[in-house]
């Protein structure tokens, strides 16, 4: 994962910060750090899925 989409993910999650810190602490605009948090989120979420075994896939309708 990229660091910047790592960096607005701990930032978010871990230490709370608002959409508009997070802008500030990386020198972003707030529509950029929103859109970085979807994509960072999106591509974790796709990794998950692959550590799935395929029974669990199954058992969750996928």
Known sequence: ???RRRAVLVL?????FSTEQI??????????VRSTTHRAYE???GLAEQER?????????G
């Open 53 to 61: 075994s395929p029974d669990d896939r199954l058992a969750a309708g």
């Open 23 to 32: 802008a500030q602490a990386l020198s972003m605009s707030p529509g950029a």
């Open 12 to 16: 978010r999650y871990l230490e709370d």
């Open 1 to 3: 994962m990229a660091r």
């Open 43 to 45: 591509t974790l979420r």
